[in-house]
């Protein structure tokens, strides 16, 4: 009978989300939402959405982010991948995958992520699960419309974060369970990425992603020979 019940009040969570439907650039925020309804969301939401998830402790967030939002995160995402073609490090991206842990009761999906020194151990899967599967060794959350959590990246124990927010990035490393702002980031050290994969998104809204991309390849280049 419980699971009944459980799966009723999911139907009827489900119909209200269509009736409210979430403007972008804004965000909805459901309280005493179980894992049960958590998943069954996900499931009926499916993967080819506008709209980002996050659930810690039983609430549940649902945000539309913004053009500006998915241009930022695509460029510095963008970015990324580039510093680590050009350090010939091996990674795999997963975008806006849903991570979750039910022993924990988090569940986020960001920006952009990165498997890195843990990407051997996930390649060639096609689902990851937390519980037995390394979370992803970089985070990215770009704070325009959504908003970032850290609290829940630290639960499911992402080594490190990026906030991008009001032109400025936040390099974070996860210390005795907390996470601590730092100069550069420990996976690419000795690069001043605080200061320049901001001037690099710049770039790119004035003389186009193509053009600013190949600049900041050259100069990766200069900074490693």
């Known amino acids: 009978m419980e699971i009944e019940t459980r799966t009723y009040i999911s139907k009827a969570m489900l119909l209200e989300l269509r009736r409210i439907g979430v403007p972008i650039g804004q965000w909805v925020i459901l309280q005493n939402v179980?894992?049960?309804?958590?998943?069954?969301?996900?499931?009926?939401?499916?993967?080819?959405?506008?709209?980002?998830?996050?659930?810690?402790?039983?609430?549940?967030?649902?945000?539309m982010p913004l053009p500006e939002h998915e241009a930022n995160k695509e460029i510095i995402g963008d970015l990324v991948k580039a510093l680590l073609e050009e350090l010939d490090i091996e990674f795999c991206s997963l975008g806006s995958t849903t991570f979750k842990n039910q022993q924990m009761a988090q569940g986020i999906e960001p920006d952009q992520c990165f498997y890195i020194q843990n990407e051997v151990r996930i390649r060639g899967k096609n689902r990851i699960e937390l519980e037995n599967d390394p979370p992803p060794?970089?985070?990215?959350?770009?704070?325009?419309?959504?908003?970032?959590?850290?609290?829940?990246?630290?639960?499911?124990?992402?080594?490190?974060?990026?906030?991008?927010?009001?032109?400025?990035?936040?390099?974070?490393?996860?210390?005795?369970?907390?996470?601590?702002?730092?100069?550069?980031?420990?996976?690419?050290?000795?690069?001043?990425?605080?200061?320049v994969i901001p001037s690099y998104l710049e770039q790119a809204r004035t003389t186009g992603r193509n053009a600013a991309l190949k600049a900041f390849r050259l100069w990766v280049r200069k900074q490693i020979t």
Do not use: C, K
């Not at 985070?139 to 992402?158: C, F, K, M, N, W």
């Open 34 to 63: 179980t894992w049960q309804e958590f998943e069954t969301i996900l499931e009926e939401l499916g993967e080819h959405r506008g709209s980002r998830l996050a659930y810690e402790n039983g609430m549940l967030e649902i945000m």
């Open 137 to 195: 060794d970089l985070g990215l959350e770009v704070d325009v419309t959504s908003r970032t959590h850290p609290s829940i990246y630290q639960a499911l124990r992402v080594p490190e974060l990026w906030r991008f927010e009001q032109g400025q990035l936040q390099i974070n490393v996860l210390q005795d369970g907390q996470y601590v702002a730092v100069a550069e980031s420990p996976t690419f050290p000795g690069l001043p990425l605080i200061e």
